[in-house]
Nanobody, 127 residues
Framework: QVQLVESGGGLVQAGGSLRLSCAAS????????LGWFRQAPGKEREFVAA????????YYAESVKDRFTISRDNAKATVYLQMNSLKPEDTAVYFC????????????????????WGQGTQVTVSS
């Protein structure tokens, strides 16, 4: 079992930045691929970014590419999401998730591939 706890959300003006963190409870954190998803009110949860266990492969949704950066520190059992040039449409609850053994192409953007989820942190971008 892996417990994930997000932090760093808040209210920011359009064009601003936030850095989300997600701390894991288990030292085997380094074995898991990790992802960030978000869910806006009335919308389905959507993929934002993912990083493999080694950090050798990174994936982004088109809507956040060149603005968001995912990274991980296995020694600290933490994954980060640096969000720059924020837009009002980025407003959502952001969730981190861990995938122990994903499979298939484009596994990273499929929520069902992730076995563990955090509780989410609210990000609100005002115009």
């Amino acid at each position: 079992q892996v417990q994930l706890v997000e932090s760093g959300g808040g209210l920011v003006q359009a064009g601003g930045s936030l850095r989300l963190s997600c701390a894991a409870s288990r030292r085997t954190f380094s074995w898991y691929h990790l992802g960030w998803f978000r869910q806006a009110p009335g919308k389905e949860r959507e993929f934002v970014a993912a990083i493999t266990w080694s950090g050798s492969s990174i994936y982004y949704a088109e809507s956040v590419k060149d603005r968001f950066t995912i990274s991980r520190d296995n020694a600290k059992a933490t994954v980060y999401l640096q969000m720059n040039s924020l837009k009002p449409e980025d407003t959502a609850v952001y969730f981190c998730a861990a995938a122990p053994s994903p499979s298939g192409s484009s596994w990273y953007e499929r929520a069902e591939q992730y076995g563990y989820w955090g509780q989410g942190t609210q990000v609100t971008v005002s115009s």
